[in-house]
């Protein structure tokens, strides 16, 4: 119950294109569900987040859809850049409750 | 400032060796955190510390052990560990352990043991 699945594992998008990525959870007690972006050698970093009284919140060139009645949420990047190609996770946790799930990651490489 | 800095950044050890890794933040936070990453691997939670305390232990082997000396500071004590332990060790911070706000990271200290 305190999985996250993530897909897909790896996503090869043209350079202008958009990347979707797709998270699925069972636990309906999350409340919180961040985005990180990893780069290799580097520490994970908070991309975007969303509390599922929200659908939708962009920031910039991403964006995060949450639909609560599918325990689904995924992230967007538009006009995907080279720069973008990174190892993304989502991830869910529960206030009161100080450890995040993380999903499996996927890899995104952007062609130029 | 909203940098966590761990050191050293890279770290090989023999397995009958002592070695600690370091972990600083001045954000004023009261959580800390240590994760292991393995490669293509999301991050799992070692050990939390919220305001100063040990507050949770994913069954962490004996041979890691955490320390808290202040609010900024996090120690991770190392000590006849195996191969298999090699990996990125990532410390975190966020404001507090219970709320859930941005845990930061720092770049991790890619450990290698021989």
């Known amino acids: 119950q305190q999985q996250v699945k993530q897909s897909p594992q790896s996503l090869i998008v043209q350079k202008g294109g958009i990347s979707i990525i797709n998270c699925a959870y069972e636990?309906?007690?999350?409340?919180?569900f961040p985005w990180y972006q990893q780069f290799p050698g580097k520490g994970p970093a908070l991309l975007i987040a969303?509390?599922?009284?929200?659908s939708e919140k962009k920031e910039g060139r991403f964006t995060i859809s949450f639909n609560k009645s599918a325990k689904q949420f995924s992230l967007h990047i538009m006009d995907s850049q080279p720069g973008d190609s990174a190892t993304y996770f989502c991830?869910?946790?529960?206030?009161?409750?100080?450890?995040?799930?993380f999903g499996k990651g996927t890899m995104l490489l952007v062609s130029p | 400032d909203t940098e966590v800095t761990q050191t050293p950044k890279h770290l090989v050890m023999g397995m009958t060796n002592k070695k600690s890794l370091k972990c600083e933040q001045h954000?004023?936070?009261?959580?800390m955190y240590w994760y292991k990453q393995k490669a293509k691997k999301p991050p799992e939670l070692m050990f939390v510390y919220s305001y100063e305390k040990l507050s949770i232990n994913e069954s962490v082997p004996s041979r890691f052990s955490p320390e808290c000396p202040n609010s900024s500071l996090l120690n991770l004590h190392l000590h006849a560990l195996q191969p298999e332990d090699s990996a990125l060790y990532l410390c975190a911070s966020s404001q507090e352990a219970a709320l859930n706000t941005e845990a930061f990271f720092g770049q991790g200290t890619r450990l290698t043991v021989v």
């Open positions: 954000m004023g936070h009261r959580a």
């Open positions: 636990n309906t007690a999350f409340d919180y």
């Open positions: 991830a869910a946790s529960i206030s009161g409750y100080s450890t995040l799930t």
């Open positions: 969303i509390r599922p009284d929200v």
